[in-house]
């Protein structure tokens, strides 16, 4: 199962949860793909041109900028941006599996990310802190689960408040 320069600590079900999570995310960014055409009325092929460079953050940081200069109600610009921040919040997991190797971590079957970040001239690292937190594969299973569980709460109010594009557009924006 495993490959002569494999970890074995990172089980096949962290694995999986590790494609769940990207997976969640990626959904995420079509639903902010699909509110950010809706919004300025792009056709989706203009959209796809237009938003091709732009990751997770640039996209996030644009639909607050477009809610901004809309005239919608305070209440419903402050919903809009909430939702956006409680997808928020889960980013710094996607990255981590996307980014970072993975170490034992100090539970059984648990695993964390060794995280490297250099701030001015000082070289942090994470992960070697057995306070750290770690991840069993099912906890990153249930993280997954969280994320979509955001993104489809985002998307039905993006509908509710006719944000979202009608029409399937090949399954892109589902």
Not at 2 to 9: A, D, L, M, S
Not at 85 to 93: M, N, R
Request: proline share 4%; net charge negative.
């Amino acid at each position: 199962m495993y490959g002569p320069n494999e970890v074995t600590h990172v089980a096949p079900e962290h694995f999986a949860a590790f494609g769940r999570v990207c997976h969640a995310f990626a959904r995420v960014e079509s639903i902010y793909e699909a509110a950010i055409l809706t919004s300025l009325e792009l056709l989706p092929y203009q959209a796809a041109m237009t938003l091709s460079q732009y990751g997770y953050e640039p996209k996030r940081q644009l639909l607050f900028a477009i809610i901004e200069e809309t005239d919608a109600p305070d209440a419903l610009q402050k919903k809009f941006k909430s939702l956006i921040e409680s997808i928020g919040k889960k980013s710094a997991l996607r990255n981590n599996v996307a980014h970072c190797v993975w170490r034992k971590g100090s539970r059984d079957g648990a695993i964390k990310p060794y995280v490297i970040k250099t701030k001015s001239r000082l070289l942090l690292l994470g992960g070697d802190d057995d306070t750290e937190r770690d991840w069993t594969a099912q906890e990153l299973h249930a993280e997954a689960d969280e994320i979509l569980e955001r993104a489809s709460a985002f998307k039905a109010f993006l509908v509710d408040h006719g944000l979202f594009p009608a029409g399937n557009f090949h399954g892109l924006y589902e």
